[in-house]
């Protein structure tokens, strides 16, 4: 070979060399990671059901705060019969006691007195008795008046809760029409990703954790096709604010541990089946309105199925949700929304 063709050779040597280095590079910076694409697709899928999610959600907290108000104006006329019971009351017995004593003589009351002070005392007693009369029965009016009041408050308040009813099964069918027919095409994808995380970790399967940790390595704790909002603090019936987050997800989708730890489950008015687990690093997961148990006591590891979504307790079965809540160092809630969209 000459001069010229080895100076030929060398450089198609170096331009081959560079293709090699370049092309990987450019797959690494550019094309996504088989696991990336399934992990949009998944996020794609979710975001089908956020249009149907975001009307359930704004149906409920209406009819929510609806209940609130109708209990509270049910608790103000409790208490205005009460009061009224007991202005009646006086205005009753001063009036009985008059009645046993007859009109009152102001002649006699003037010439039985030793003196002029003790006459003028006495003409200011009947003045007072008659002035407080006057207030007992102002008081009896306004109070009767703010019952018709209140009454009315509460029969418009009921009609407004039975459309807001209506509309929020309404709501409620159409959000999990659209979770049922995203549920079986999530499902393929997420089979797809499991996969897809075993090749990645040289064949090593991921255990029972069917969903990668998300940057604050806590795992999501529904599984499959859900929606949820943000309703950090508002209000519930009762004068109680909401504390948590609701995982809107049909019933029996599963429900899987955030982190390692261990779990007791427990159940209650409120909450119907419950799982508290107490992961290692002391943290606390409230999960409720659970449909039933996998786990009800003992360890788990972070992604381990654990229990089902269902509406047990004072939950909607129209609406299957789980209540999700978080408490950092076992202390008081905290919301749990901007950490479940960091476990995405």
Known sequence: MNQRGRRSFRWLTVAIT???LLIPAAHAFGAKSEVDTLKDQLAGLRKESQ???DAYSKAYWRLDATNAKLASTNRKLTKTRGELVEASARLGTHAAEMYRQGDIDYLALLLTSDTLDDMLVRLEYVSRIGQQDAEVVGEVKAL?????????AIEDTKAEQSAEAKSLKSKADALDKKLKGVQSEYDAVQKKLSAA???Q???RGTGSTRYPAGPNGMVFPVQGSYYYADTWGAARSGGRTHKGTDIMARTGTPAVAVLSGTVRS??????GKTIWLTADNGWQFYYAHLNGYVRTSGRVQAGE?????GATGNASASAPHLHFEIHPGGGAA??????????E
Do not use: D, F
């Open 334 to 343: 905290v919301n749990p929304y901007p950490y479940l969209k960091k476990m």
């Open 197 to 199: 995380l075993a090749r």
């Open 144 to 152: 009767q008046a703010s019952l018709v009041e209140q009454k009315q």
């Open 18 to 20: 560079m293709a090699a």
């Open 51 to 53: 249009r149907a999610g």
């Open 305 to 309: 199925l654990i229990a089902y979504v």
């Open 266 to 271: 427990k159940s209650n008015t409120l909450g």
């Open 201 to 203: 970790n040289g064949g």
